[in-house]
């Protein structure tokens, strides 16, 4: 359990993952709450990755739910192993035959098979998926439903009793309360828009495209062994394309794909004929790379002019900084 | 507090943005887990549970700024720069409040106590200024409705909280203090403070109605501006309004598609399709456990989409091509024509890139016709009945967008009537109502007989009424 909302931040940190307070206060609402926590947000900004942090933070199992469309109980909760049960009768026959033996009537016949229901209607016959998991879990597990948006509105509706009373129902058993209440995230990419009831249920996260001084942050975080001064120019870089109108806009997996992917180049500064070489970490269009390129131009003519406005002035002792200006172009 | 945040409640509610009273519930049990000193963490919480729309944030924002936070920042900056000025002096405002605090207390009784508001100016105690300030406000029975009575309710706010008496007290307590053998100087120092002090709590008064009318405004314009939208006319909308409207034909084509699915989903069950099932039961032994049912075919329309989108109709042609683009899945093939004169077709132009791009492309003629001429529709649907005949078979609908206003050109009717005896349906939506057809230089009833479905279409309600019909 956590402490406090600084204790939570503390936590992710300590986990490498950078956050901010907002996030932090949800994620400390959520388990206080008890009540299941939708992120939304753009692709690649660290939703899911969020979910897996907390799970290591609270040592809670994780256990994840992937939708897709078509997805429905009998992936997701449980399913009847029909086959099995009518194995078990067939093995079971012969003792039947003779259990029924000292029955008089067929009343009598009856009551006696009905004693055994148990044998046929219990969990032994009963496949347990995710959510049945998560929610007969020993331990208090930490639920993640990933994409939930690409499920169908009907499996959205059903996920209704198990985000508001952490139960189930089976119709061949009976309804399955959570002993231990899991903790349970919901990421969306608000590929359609979720329906107000599962909304009402959940606290809500937005988590967008990280600020330039976050960004940077967790790049030193991640990617220690970047020079700082390629970090800095990395991330204006990606601040700059993300204003620009793209078919996919890059959000920071990508760039610690880029600044890994420029580690590996051994590359310590950043310059034109690198980018233009690595574009294809960060943008995944033909289209978003032309236009890029564009861009880029203008951005090296600006970081040309600043550094040309710069250098008279700290021409005796070229601080990192113009140092790192200078070498884009 | 809890009245504040149900009040707060309320303001998101008339903003349009969905509060439920779960949520409110969930908010306050959120507060009483958080300490609420840390005005991040309050605003963080108070979103996190009552608001569960990204495009909702920046409202929210706003509105918290407005009811919480702005209020209080200005009352620290207009004191701020009170006690700032006296800096300039070169005296330490802490110093010299610690020394009328024991000048006070040696007069005990000499001067009569202080009002509370002076009390709470003199020692800076936001807070409490604050709640007085509120106070007084409510006492004045604020109900501001348009910028010209700012200046009224301040007065009026002023009068309640008595600033003027403050005023007086104050300075009779600086007289009182040089009589009691203060340092001339500090008392000229601290005239010159209490003169600061009143004239920024004039201006935090005035800033707080302003304040209000603000609120009573946001509240107001969204309120207005949603309630209207459905019944607007399309005639007549601003960029912003376009932008909006953009939003509520996405939510009202997400409705048609869940409706849709569940139709669909009653429609499947069809005769019991005796193959799969046996193929499927073979692990049970050949017994018949899960039934499996033959799919009905799915009778998805083809349309077809002539669309006007000369600039009398542009808003009309903008949100129906949105609509039809939204529900794609409900038509088995979508070919979309525009025409002004000319006809051109502008299929591939919707189907890359963003729908909304593409159809502001579509509306400028698409790179395929002329759009900076007078309106043509017997040579458009000429051009059509000539060249794509083709794409009209029995299974298509064809939509035709349009005023029918033809400026006296020949009317061509023909042309429509061999497209209406090859579809399954013509349906013509027009912006203009029904008691204009044909006056003027309308042509619509000349067109009127080879149509099926012909409909008034002026704003978004009629529209998701039409499009509706549609797809069902």
């Given at each position: 359990?956590?402490k406090?909302?600084?204790?939570?931040?503390?936590?992710l940190?300590g986990?490498q993952?950078?956050?901010?307070k907002?996030i932090?206060?949800?994620?400390f609402?959520?388990?206080?709450?008890?009540?299941?926590?939708?992120?939304?947000?753009?692709a690649?900004?660290?939703?899911?990755?969020l979910a897996?942090?907390?799970?290591?933070?609270?040592?809670?199992r994780?256990?994840?739910?992937?939708c897709?469309e078509?997805?429905?109980?009998?992936?997701?909760?449980?399913?009847?192993?029909?086959?099995k049960?009518?194995?078990?009768?067939?093995?079971?026959?012969?003792r039947?035959?003779?259990?029924?033996?000292?029955?008089?009537?067929?009343?009598?016949?009856?009551?006696?098979v009905?004693?055994?229901?148990?044998v046929?209607?219990s969990?032994?016959?009963?496949?347990?998926?995710?959510?049945?998991?998560?929610?007969?879990?020993d331990?208090?597990?930490?639920?993640?439903?990933?994409?939930?948006?690409?499920?169908?509105p009907e499996?959205?509706?059903?996920?209704?009793?198990?985000?508001?009373?952490?139960?189930?129902?089976?119709?061949?058993i009976?309804?399955i309360?959570?002993?231990?209440?899991?903790?349970?995230?919901?990421?969306?990419?608000?590929?359609?828009?979720?329906?107000d009831?599962?909304?009402?249920?959940?606290?809500?996260?937005?988590?967008?495209y990280?600020t330039?001084?976050l960004?940077?942050?967790?790049?030193k975080?991640k990617?220690?062994?970047?020079?700082?001064?390629?970090?800095?120019?990395l991330?204006?870089?990606?601040q700059?394309?993300?204003?620009?109108d793209?078919?996919k806009?890059?959000?920071?997996s990508?760039t610690l794909?880029?600044?890994?992917?420029?580690?590996?180049?051994?590359?310590?500064?950043?310059?034109?004929?690198?980018?233009?070489?690595?574009?294809?970490?960060i943008?995944?269009?033909e289209?978003?790379?032309?236009?890029?390129?564009?861009?880029?131009?203008?951005?090296?003519?600006k970081?040309?002019a600043?550094?040309?406005?710069?250098?008279p002035?700290q021409?005796?002792?070229?601080?990192?900084?113009?140092?790192?200006?200078?070498?884009?172009? | 507090?809890?009245?504040?945040?149900?009040?707060?409640?309320?303001?998101?509610?008339?903003?349009?943005i969905?509060?439920?009273t779960?949520?409110?519930?969930?908010?306050?049990?959120?507060?009483?887990?958080?300490?609420?000193?840390?005005?991040e963490?309050?605003?963080d919480?108070l979103?996190?549970?009552?608001?569960?729309r990204?495009?909702?944030?920046?409202s929210f924002d706003?509105?918290?700024?407005?009811?919480?936070?702005?209020?209080?920042?200005?009352?620290?900056?207009q004191?701020g720069?009170a006690?700032?000025r006296?800096?300039?002096?070169?005296?330490?405002l802490e110093?010299?409040?610690?020394?009328?605090a024991e000048?006070l207390?040696?007069?005990?009784?000499?001067v009569?106590?202080?009002?509370?508001l002076?009390k709470?100016?003199?020692?800076?105690d936001?807070n409490?200024?604050?709640q007085?300030?509120?106070?007084?406000?409510?006492?004045?029975?604020?109900?501001i409705?348009?910028f010209?009575?700012?200046?009224?309710?301040?007065?009026?706010?002023?009068e309640?909280?008595?600033?003027?008496?403050?005023?007086?007290e104050?300075?009779?307590?600086?007289?009182a203090?040089e009589?009691?053998?203060?340092?001339?100087?500090?008392?000229a120092?601290?005239?010159?403070?209490?003169?600061?002090?009143m004239?920024?709590?004039?201006?935090?008064?005035?800033?707080?109605?302003?304040?209000?009318?603000?609120k009573?405004?946001?509240?107001?314009?969204e309120?207005?501006?949603?309630?209207?939208?459905l019944?607007?006319?399309?005639?007549?909308?601003s960029?912003?309004e376009?932008?909006?409207?953009?939003?509520?034909?996405?939510?009202?084509a997400?409705?048609?598609?869940?409706i849709l699915?569940?139709r669909?989903r009653?429609?499947?069950k069809?005769?019991?399709?005796?193959?799969?099932?046996?193929?499927?039961?073979?692990?049970?032994?050949?017994?018949?456990?899960?039934?499996?049912?033959?799919?009905r075919?799915?009778?998805?329309?083809?349309l077809?989409?002539?669309?006007?989108?000369s600039?009398?109709?542009?808003?009309?042609?903008?949100?129906?091509?949105q609509?039809?683009?939204?529900?794609?899945?409900?038509?088995?093939?979508?070919?979309?024509?525009?025409?002004?004169?000319?006809?051109?077709?502008?299929?591939?132009?919707?189907?890359?890139?963003d729908?909304?791009?593409?159809?502001?492309?579509?509306?400028?003629?698409?790179d395929?016709?002329?759009?900076?001429?007078?309106?043509?529709?017997?040579?458009?649907?000429?051009?059509?009945?000539q060249?794509?005949?083709?794409?009209?078979?029995?299974?298509?609908?064809?939509?035709?967008?349009?005023?029918?206003?033809?400026?006296?050109?020949?009317?061509?009717?023909?042309?429509?009537?061999d497209?209406?005896?090859?579809?399954?349906?013509?349906?013509?939506?027009?912006?203009e109502?029904?008691?204009?057809?044909?006056?003027?230089?309308?042509?619509?009833?000349?067109?009127?007989?080879?149509?099926?479905?012909a409909?008034e279409?002026?704003?978004?309600r009629?529209?998701?009424?039409v499009?509706?019909?549609?797809?069902?």
């Amino acid at each position: 359990m956590f402490k406090s909302v600084d204790h939570v931040q503390e936590a992710l940190i300590g986990q490498q993952y950078i956050c901010d307070k907002n996030i932090a206060t949800v994620v400390f609402l959520a388990e206080q709450l008890e009540k299941p926590v939708l992120i939304e947000g753009p692709a690649g900004v660290g939703k899911t990755e969020l979910a897996k942090v907390v799970s290591s933070v609270t040592k809670r199992r994780m256990i994840r739910l992937q939708c897709y469309e078509g997805l429905d109980e009998a992936k997701a909760l449980y399913e009847w192993e029909y086959s099995k049960q009518l194995l078990y009768t067939q093995i079971l026959k012969d003792r039947f035959t003779s259990l029924m033996d000292s029955a008089q009537t067929i009343r009598e016949a009856a009551e006696l098979v009905g004693k055994e229901d148990s044998v046929f209607f219990s969990d032994n016959f009963l496949v347990a998926r995710p959510l049945l998991h998560a929610i007969t879990s020993d331990d208090a597990p930490l639920l993640l439903i990933d994409e939930v948006d690409k499920s169908d509105p009907e499996f959205e509706a059903f996920l209704l009793e198990v985000l508001s009373d952490y139960q189930v129902t089976v119709p061949e058993i009976g309804t399955i309360v959570a002993t231990h209440k899991p903790l349970v995230f919901l990421t969306s990419n608000n590929a359609r828009e979720m329906s107000d009831a599962l909304k009402r249920r959940c606290i809500h996260l937005y988590i967008d495209y990280p600020t330039e001084e976050l960004e940077a942050r967790i790049l030193k975080t991640k990617v220690p062994d970047a020079a700082e001064d390629l970090i800095d120019d990395l991330v204006q870089m990606m601040q700059r394309l993300r204003q620009l109108d793209l078919k996919k806009t890059p959000s920071i997996s990508e760039t610690l794909d880029w600044a890994r992917a420029l580690l590996a180049l051994n590359a310590t500064v950043l310059d034109e004929d690198l980018v233009n070489q690595t574009f294809n970490v960060i943008l995944k269009y033909e289209g978003d790379v032309r236009k890029a390129q564009g861009e880029l131009g203008k951005l090296l003519e600006k970081k040309t002019a600043e550094a040309k406005v710069e250098a008279p002035s700290q021409a005796e002792a070229p601080t990192p900084a113009t140092v790192k200006k200078g070498a884009l172009h | 507090m809890q009245k504040k945040i149900l009040e707060f409640t309320n303001i998101l509610r008339n903003s349009g943005i969905r509060v439920s009273t779960a949520e409110a519930i969930d908010a306050f049990q959120a507060l009483d887990l958080l300490s609420i000193g840390d005005r991040e963490i309050f605003k963080d919480a108070l979103r996190t549970t009552m608001v569960k729309r990204g495009e909702d944030v920046p409202s929210f924002d706003e509105l918290f700024d407005l009811y919480w936070s702005g209020f209080y920042d200005s009352l620290r900056e207009q004191f701020g720069e009170a006690a700032n000025r006296l800096g300039d002096f070169g005296i330490d405002l802490e110093e010299l409040l610690h020394q009328i605090a024991e000048m006070l207390k040696n007069m005990e009784g000499e001067v009569g106590d202080l009002s509370e508001l002076a009390k709470a100016m003199l020692t800076a105690d936001l807070n409490q200024l604050e709640q007085l300030i509120m106070n007084a406000a409510s006492a004045a029975e604020i109900n501001i409705e348009n910028f010209l009575q700012i200046g009224f309710f301040s007065r009026r706010t002023l009068e309640q909280l008595n600033l003027d008496g403050a005023g007086d007290e104050m300075r009779d307590l600086a007289s009182a203090l040089e009589q009691a053998g203060m340092d001339p100087e500090q008392v000229a120092a601290l005239r010159e403070l209490i003169d600061g002090l009143m004239e920024a709590a004039r201006k935090v008064v005035r800033n707080f109605t302003e304040r209000e009318l603000q609120k009573q405004n946001h509240d107001y314009m969204e309120k207005f501006r949603r309630e209207t939208l459905l019944e607007k006319s399309f005639y007549h909308l601003s960029e912003e309004e376009i932008r909006r409207m953009r939003e509520v034909v996405e939510r009202l084509a997400q409705k048609i598609k869940n409706i849709l699915s569940i139709r669909r989903r009653r429609l499947n069950k069809g005769k019991l399709d005796l193959h799969q099932t046996l193929r499927r039961n073979m692990p049970h032994g050949g017994i018949p456990f899960e039934l499996v049912f033959k799919q009905r075919k799915k009778d998805r329309p083809k349309l077809v989409i002539l669309c006007d989108v000369s600039s009398s109709v542009a808003n009309v042609s903008r949100f129906m091509l949105q609509f039809c683009y939204s529900l794609q899945e409900a038509f088995s093939k979508i070919r979309c024509f525009v025409f002004v004169s000319e006809l051109g077709e502008v299929t591939h132009v919707m189907q890359e890139g963003d729908i909304n791009e593409a159809i502001e492309d579509a509306l400028e003629g698409g790179d395929v016709i002329n759009v900076y001429t007078r309106s043509n529709f017997g040579y458009a649907f000429h051009h059509f009945w000539q060249n794509h005949l083709a794409a009209v078979d029995n299974k298509t609908t064809v939509l035709i967008l349009g005023d029918a206003r033809n400026n006296y050109n020949d009317p061509r009717a023909w042309c429509l009537r061999d497209v209406f005896n090859k579809a399954k349906n013509v349906v013509w939506l027009n912006p203009e109502s029904p008691s204009a057809w044909g006056f003027g230089d309308s042509v619509m009833d000349k067109y009127r007989p080879y149509v099926d479905i012909a409909e008034e279409v002026r704003n978004l309600r009629q529209l998701a009424g039409v499009i509706d019909k549609l797809v069902l």
